[in-house]
Every structure is written in structure tokens, then in C-alpha cells.
């Protein structure tokens, strides 16, 4: 029995539903259905999907004067945090 309703799904559809016990409990886990493609693209999805909340975030933030200090200090903590493996590696070389 295929339900209509969103989110349910049959626990005996053994094609469509994994079980797995763990100790005491019963996990049941839908088997998503493979698109060639999709599992590159969807994290891309997510992520455009979130764009204008995350512009709307920052708008916020920036409209903040004292944050603004702090922002840049954090990135710029970041991007000097991100090239120290690279710094680490060119200095053995």
C-alpha cells in the first residue's frame, strides 16, 4: 500500500523502505530513488533555494554599525586560518 499523504510511507514496502534494528529499536528508512545526477546537484539546490535568506541575514548583520568590526575581523580570521595548510605545505617544499 503506497500512501498519498507526504512524508508517510509503508513500513512493509521492503522495495521502498530499509529496516534496520538497533538494540531495542526499529529504524526505518526510505530508499530514495537514484537520479543520475542528483546526488552532485543537490547540495547545489540547497543551496540557491537559500540565497535570499542568507542576503536577507547579512542585510541584517551589516545594518548592525558595532557588527560590522566584527564581521570583517571574522573573515579575515577565516581566510587566514584557510591558507595556513597551504602555507605549511609550500614551506616544506
Known amino acids: 500500500m503506497i500512501s498519498s499523504r507526504k512524508g508517510t510511507f509503508d513500513t512493509e514496502d521492503s522495495s521502498r523502505v530499509k529496516h534496520s534494528r538497533i538494540g531495542v529499536w526499529d529504524l526505518y528508512e526510505e530508499i530514495a530513488p537514484r537520479l543520475i545526477g542528483w546526488p552532485t ?5 540547497d543551496v540557491i533555494e537559500n540565497i535570499p535568506y542568507v542576503w536577507h541575514m547579512l542585510l541584517d548583520v551589516t545594518s548592525i ?9 571574522y573573515l579575515v580570521i577565516e581566510l587566514v586560518v584557510s591558507l595556513i595548510p597551504a602555507l605549511s605545505l609550500w614551506s616544506v617544499l
Not at 546537484?41 to 539546490?45: D, G, K, R, V
Open 65 to 73: 554599525r558595532e557588527c560590522n568590526v566584527l564581521l570583517l575581523a
Open 41 to 45: 546537484l543537490h547540495p547545489l539546490f
